[in-house]
T-cell receptor, first 117, second 112 residues
Framework: DAGVTQSPTHLIKTRGQQVTLRCSPI?????VSWYQQVLGQGPQFIFQ???????GRGNFPDRFSARQFPNYSSELNVNALLLGDSALYLC????????????????FGEGSRLTVL | SQQGEEDPQALSIQEGENATMNCSYKTSINNLQWYRQNSGRGLVHLIL?????REKHSGRLRVTLDTSKKSSSLLITASRAADTASYFCATGRNSGNTPLVFGKGTRLSVIA
């Protein structure tokens, strides 16, 4: 069975541009979470979506937005890119709405490496 | 913000030795998980320990949890070069839709 797939794997943008990152969850998983990982740091929570609805949002500016489609795939959009947005963007899926207290693991994709010049 | 703090930040050992990584966190938790990440790739779940558990084993992994000290440790026994990776603890809380919160990680290098 395919795991979580993300695209593109690498991309380079310039300041002020916009980027869209895509994620397909594991088959049967209905929840998708997005994390940002800056070099040398741990992943930071950005969004969680379940059944096309936003279930949680981290401390990120409104330049970050996301959505989930009927097939449970998801897109993360970042507008007006800043140098500080350079990071590995990780998508994770879970079968049901994920909360820290749900005692379930997250299944991660390999990430999209974004470099902003 | 990051809930957990791993210690040490980096660890270098010889193949066959044991590796111990520690995680401290700040608030009460429902469960604590450990994940592994090979150089810039995705995270892989290793083990989950619930707040009412004190120790858990999985293969060469042993995790302990001390909720009174708000700390956890991950022990990898008889380490192998393939264990070289970053290891992250992640904490889960009971309240609402709080996400899994990751620490900054320990970079483990196992030298053959």
């Amino acid at each position: 069975d395919a795991g979580v797939t993300q695209s593109p794997t690498h991309l380079i943008k310039t300041r002020g541009q916009q980027v869209t990152l895509r994620c397909s969850p594991i088959s049967g998983h209905k929840s998708v979470s997005w994390y940002q990982q800056v070099l040398g740091q741990g992943p930071q929570f950005i969004f969680q979506y379940y059944e096309k609805e936003e279930r949680g949002r981290g401390n990120f500016p409104d330049r970050f937005s996301a959505r989930q489609f009927p097939n449970y795939s998801s897109e993360l959009n970042v507008n007006a890119l800043l140098l500080g947005d350079s990071a590995l963007y990780l998508c994770a899926s879970s079968p049901a709405p994920f909360s820290g207290g749900s005692q379930r693991e997250l299944f991660f994709g390999e990430g999209s490496r974004l470099t902003v010049l | 913000s990051q809930q957990g703090e791993e210690d040490p930040q980096a660890l270098s050992i010889q193949e066959g030795e044991n590796a111990t990584m520690n995680c401290s966190y700040k608030t009460s938790i429902n469960n604590l998980q450990w994940y592994r990440q090979n150089s810039g790739r995705g995270l892989v779940h290793l083990i989950l320990i619930r707040s009412n558990e004190r120790e858990k084993h999985s293969g060469r992994l042993r995790v302990t949890l001390d909720t009174s000290k708000k700390s956890s440790s991950l022990l990898i026994t008889a380490s192998r070069a393939a264990d070289t990776a970053s290891y992250f603890c992640a904490t889960g809380r009971n309240s609402g839709n709080t996400p899994l919160v990751f620490g900054k990680g320990t970079r483990l290098s196992v030298i053959a």
